[in-house]
Nanobody, 124 residues
Framework: QVQLVESGGGLVQAGASLRLSCAASGPTFSVYHVAWFRQAPGKEREFVGSVSRVGVTYYTDVLKGRFTISREYGRNTVSLQMKNLKPEDTAVYYC??????????????????WGQGTQVTVSS
């Protein structure tokens, strides 16, 4: 079982960059597929992107190019680098993990483990 802790959220102005981190407990985090989701006020939680065990990344089309996911195997961490932030990026950002075969997992139900979330607020 893995425990996930997000960090790095905060209040920024539009156009700024921000880097979120998802730190995991346990020595086997490298075998997990890890995703980032976000949930804006009054909206459903939505897929942002994910990274496979071997570093292959997937993104929702609307965010591709502004958001980049990477994993640091030695630190048991997966990062979400966000640039050119917009007010509509305001949300609670969650990381999630699952074991399993290589694939493109985009649904909430695909993931077994979740962090508590970190708030990102982008002011105009």
């Amino acid at each position: 079982q893995v425990q996930l802790v997000e960090s790095g959220g905060g209040l920024v102005q539009a156009g700024a960059s921000l880097r979120l981190s998802c730190a995991a407990s346990g020595p086997t985090f490298s075998v997990y597929h890890v995703a980032w989701f976000r949930q804006a006020p009054g909206k459903e939680r939505e897929f942002v992107g994910s990274v496979s065990r071997v570093g292959v990344t997937y993104y929702t089309d609307v965010l591709k190019g502004r958001f980049t996911i990477s994993r640091e195997y030695g630190r048991n961490t997966v990062s979400l680098q966000m640039k050119n932030l917009k007010p509509e990026d305001t949300a609670v950002y969650y990381c999630a993990a699952r074991k399993g075969q290589f694939g493109d997992y985009r649904s909430l139900s695909d993931y077994n483990y979740w962090g508590q979330g970190t708030q990102v607020t982008v002011s105009s």
